[in-house]
């Protein structure tokens, strides 16, 4: 049965030896990271954190951020934190705390959900 998608980003889902029928509309994570390593590289940036939702989205992309950022060179990643599946409350605070503990970094990468990001 194909199936065409409109939201699932994973690149697992881009091998045609298992997902023979799959298709989607946007690109997988591995393209995001290249962009994002871009923008970074154009911001003159070469000291950042990342930020995940917990899950295979935010997971895969950070993944996929790291290795892009080792294999275009010049970029050091500040700290990578997860944000948990369910957080509980003061969840956020906390994370915000990490990510100014490394106030040099320049920027926070974002591979996160929705409501993580609000």
Known sequence: ??????????????????????????????????????????????????????GNYGESGVEAFVQSSREAGGLCIAQSIKIPREPRPGEFAKVIGRLMETSTARGVVLFANEDDIR
Do not use: C, H, K
Not at 15 to 44: C, H, I, K, N, T
């Open 1 to 54: 049965i194909p199936q065409i998608s409109y939201a699932s980003t994973a690149p697992e889902l881009s091998d045609p030896g298992r997902y023979e029928f799959f298709s989607r509309v946007v690109p997988p994570d591995s393209y995001q990271a290249q962009a994002m390593v871009a923008v970074v590289r154009a911001l003159g940036w070469s000291y950042v954190s990342t930020l995940a939702s917990e």
